[in-house]
C-alpha cells in the first residue's frame, strides 16, 4: 500500500511558512520500516483541494492530508472533502462533544464547526487541544500545526496500520564515479535494471560541487539489504573495469 501526502496552505507556496511536515512525515514512516510514494502541495482553493481529494479517494493509498480543517473562513479542506466524497458534512458525535467539554458554551456558533466531517468519518484523536481530526477510508485529516499533526499521525499508523509495518525496511547504498557521464553508462544501468528488477537504481549527475570539484555521477541502489549489498559490489566492480575512479560518499 503506498502511501501520500497532500499538504495545503497559501502560505507554503508564498513561502511565507517553510514546510515541516514532508520531512517529519518521512521520519515517521521510515521509523516503521515504510517510505513515501507522493507529495503534492496545494493551495487555499476549493477547487484544486477537492480535485486532489477527488483522487485521493479513488487512488487506494494510504494519504495524510494537512490543514485546513479549523474554523476560519481560509479553511476549505472539511468542506472540499464531502465535495470529493459527495457526502454531506455532519457534526461527529464523539468530536463535537469534545470541543463542547473543552468550550462549552462559546463552542458555538463557530467552534464547533471544526467537529463537521463527511458522512460516516472516523475521529483521530488530537493530544494537544481535543479538537478532533478525521478519516474517511484511508485518506486521514490532521491540522497544518506540526505540533498536533505529528503524533495525530503515529496514532493512526500504530492503530490501523500496522500489518504494514516492516521489520526489514529498504536500505540504500551508493558509490560515486568520478569523470562520469549518464550517457556513456546508459548500457550498463539498463543491464543492472534487468538483472536487479526488484532494486531501483538512481543516477544522480553532477558537474561539479564544493566537496568534488570534476564531473561525477552518485549511483545507488535501493531494496533489501541483502541483495543492496550483492548489487552494488558487482556495480563497483563494472564501474572498475570501464576504468572508473570511485570515491565513496561522504
Known amino acids: 500500500m503506498n502511501v501520500a501526502a497532500i499538504i ?9 511558512r517553510q514546510d515541516k511536515h514532508l520531512q517529519s512525515l518521512i521520519r515517521i514512516l521510515a ?10 502541495y496545494v493551495g487555499d482553493d476549493p477547487a484544486r483541494i477537492t480535485a486532489a481529494l477527488q483522487r485521493a479517494f479513488a487512488s487506494g493509498e494510504l494519504v495524510f492530508s494537512f490543514g485546513g480543517i479549523g474554523a476560519t473562513p481560509d479553511d476549505h479542506t472539511r468542506r472540499c472533502a464531502g465535495q470529493a466524497l459527495c457526502l454531506p458534512l455532519e457534526v461527529h ?4 462533544a469534545l470541543i463542547e467539554a473543552r468550550f462549552g458554551e462559546d463552542a458555538y456558533p463557530h467552534r464547533i464547526n471544526m467537529a463537521m466531517f463527511p458522512s460516516g468519518s472516523r475521529i483521530i484523536p488530537n493530544p494537544v487541544n481535543q479538537i478532533a481530526g478525521f478519516s474517511h477510508g484511508d485518506v486521514h485529516f490532521v491540522p497544518g ?9 503515529e496514532w ?3 492503530s490501523q496500520y500496522r500489518h504494514l509495518f516492516n521489520d526489514s525496511p529498504d536500505v ?8 562520469a557521464r549518464e550517457g556513456d553508462l ?11 528488477p526488484a532494486l531501483k537504481l538512481s543516477s544522480l549527475p553532477s558537474f561539479g560541487s564544493d566537496t568534488i570539484p570534476q564531473m561525477h555521477i552518485d549511483f545507488g541502489f535501493t531494496g533489501q539489504r541483502q541483495l543492496v549489498d550483492i548489487a552494488i559490489a ?3 566492480k563494472a564501474l572498475t573495469a570501464a576504468g572508473y575512479t570511485l570515491r565513496e560518499r561522504s
Open 8 to 16: 495545503i496552505g497559501d502560505e507554503l507556496l508564498s513561502g511565507k
Open 31 to 40: 521509523a516503521r520500516g515504510l517510505s513515501l510514494a507522493a507529495a503534492e
Open 93 to 96: 458525535p464523539e468530536a463535537g
Open 145 to 153: 500545526f506540526p505540533a498536533m499533526a505529528w503524533p495525530m499521525i
Open 156 to 158: 493512526v499508523l500504530d
Open 172 to 179: 540504500e547504498q551508493g558509490v560515486i564515479a568520478l569523470d
Open 186 to 196: 546508459i548500457t550498463l544501468m539498463q543491464d543492472f535494471s534487468q538483472r536487479y
Open 234 to 236: 558487482e556495480w563497483r
